[in-house]
């Protein structure tokens, strides 16, 4: 490796987008909260009024916006606040590692957590095995640059359509 791989690869910040319920993913992140644990700031919730409204649209459309990795906490499986939401949620995650997958991105930036709402040691461990499952995997493949490390002229405007953050 050359020393200016190595230098991106130590460098390499991931950008992760992390769907929780109301529920059991709320109450873990405010319950982590209270005893001041420590999780990685590199990731951005979205809250949900439960994981059963996950749309794989959704989860695909964080990966365009420019995460590197996903990840859902979910309720426990069989104690979920509306009945089985989270399993609809659980389905719908397959299908995007499918679609991933099949797309060169990668199944494995895009993971579910089931816990419930005490457990705040797993859901900062969550964010940390997020984080460095995808430090390992590197940038989102679909972060396209351009030779001079830019985004290319028609991404760049079709992001100041949708009203994105250019990276």
């Known amino acids: 490796m050359s020393k200016m791989t190595l230098q991106k690869v130590h460098t390499f910040e991931p950008e992760i987008t992390a769907f929780y319920c109301i529920y059991c993913g709320y109450m873990a992140a405010d319950t982590a909260g ?3 644990i420590q999780y990685p700031a590199n990731v951005k919730f979205v809250r949900m009024p439960c ?3 996950t749309d794989v649209r959704y989860l695909l459309e964080a990966f365009e916006q420019g995460a590197d990795g996903v990840y859902i906490v979910a309720c426990p499986i069989g104690n979920c606040h509306h009945v ?3 399993e609809r949620g659980w389905a719908r995650l397959k299908r995007a590692q499918k679609i991933l997958d099949e797309i060169g ?4 930036r895009l993971e579910i957590f089931f816990m419930s ?3 705040a040691l797993a ?3 969550a964010a940390k095995t997020m984080t460095e499952r995808i430090r390992e995997l590197g940038p989102n493949p679909l ?3 351009d030779e001079d490390g830019g985004l290319k002229d028609e991404e760049e405007e079709e992001m100041k359509f949708r009203g994105r953050h250019i990276v």
């Open 117 to 119: 709402g005490s457990q």
């Open 123 to 125: 859901f900062a461990n």
């Open 51 to 53: 994981t059963g409204k």
């Open 105 to 108: 991105v990668g199944g494995k």
């Open 143 to 145: 972060k396209a640059k």
């Open 84 to 86: 089985r939401g989270n």
């Open 34 to 36: 209270a005893l001041e």
